[in-house]
């Protein structure tokens, strides 16, 4: 009698393992499906639009009429290590950004730059209040932006990408126009607007300048995220959450702050970074962003590596294309080559971004089962075929 010889069907087991959570490449991390809740809408425009705005509108101020050349300008004139200097450069974007016209170009083509990224939902956001030069009301200026929206994912899924986007209105917050501008937010809820947010320099202007607006909001039952921990450390993150309420925080990397890392390796988190983890907290993160105002090093030592490992709501973000010369693929790029992530730690920052989207639980969740784990799984699968 024979006995059957035994195989050993274990061995291929732990290949697959292997090659299914390897490094993803270029190609991969941009077909990967995306979420990014911290975009400016006017600090991701294409250069040669400015140029081509800037023409049309008569705006005469550019500091170069080379689109090429343009953009190398922007990059370098942000890259300055600091947050007030970065902010200048916004001049031009927003000076080109006054007519109903350019309001529906650019988020048309942001939508549309955004998906042939392969960004399946974006929150994109932009100050009202700053696009009144040329006679626009506040409600044209939003009605606009919503035109170009809706055209961009249109012309996105003519072009084979699908793409959702809602807007976020920004007050300024060394301005005085939050009040107003968070009830036209919560007017245009069901048309286009998903929630609030105030942006600009952090340090001298706390976000309780605007508390009547974040109240107001609260009882309107309406979503709010505030750009704190940026250009200024706990006060304004403690301030953002424990007085205002905020949903999210706009960068909130400076809770690094108060987490100890001791010299064996230990960590000890302070009792804001506690409550921020504890309780969830998105942190609207933006590497190349950060690196330019000097809010971090270099990507490798960024906040992010050990807030993803402590388990932090860490979400990964753009937050102007344009001045950091970035893309959500080019973000994960360098996350990937900073601290060896794998697809599942990119569909980890993927599903945080989804859960802390303002937009109804049941279609975030649909987002997450429907499209983005599904994208995840074939390209993770992908190396059978190869
Ligand atoms: O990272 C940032 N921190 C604070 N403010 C910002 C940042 N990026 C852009 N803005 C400000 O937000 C306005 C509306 O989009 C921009 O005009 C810019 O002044
Ligand atoms: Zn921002």
Known sequence: MTRPTSHAPTLSIPAARTRASSTP??????????????????????????????HETGY???PDSDPAKLGTWFHEAADS???????????????????REALVRVAA???????????????????????????LTLEEIIEAVNEGFREGEHRARDDGNRIRVGALLTAMRHAARSQEIAELANRYRDDGVVGFDIAGAEAGFPPTRHLD?????KRENFHFTIHAGEGFGLPSIWQALQWCGADRLGHGVRIIDDIRVADDGSVELGRLAAYVRDKRI??????????????????????????????????VNTDNRLMSGTSMSHEFEQLVAAFDYTLDDLLWFTVNGMKSAFIPFDERLAMINEVIKPGYAELKAEWLFR
Do not use: W
């Open 25 to 54: 490449d270029q190609d991969q991390i941009r077909r990967a499906p995306k979420v990014l809740l911290h975009d400016h809408l006017d600090g991701g425009l294409r250069p040669g639009t400015i140029v081509e705005l800037a």
């Open 60 to 62: 005469q101020h550019l």
């Open 81 to 99: 290590g600091s947050l007030e200097r970065y902010l200048e450069t916004f001049s031009h974007t927003v000076g080109v950004m006054q007519t």
């Open 109 to 135: 083509e942001c939508a549309e730059d955004l998906a042939a990224d392969g960004v399946v939902y974006a929150e994109v956001r932009y100050a009202p209040e700053q696009h009144l030069e040329a006679g």
């Open 213 to 217: 607006a974040f109240e107001y909001l």
């Open 282 to 315: 998105p942190l609207e993160l933006c590497p190349t962003s950060n690196l330019q105002t000097g809010a971090a090093d270099s990507y490798a030592g960024h906040p992010i590596g050990l807030l993803r490992r402590l388990g932090f709501r860490a979400t």
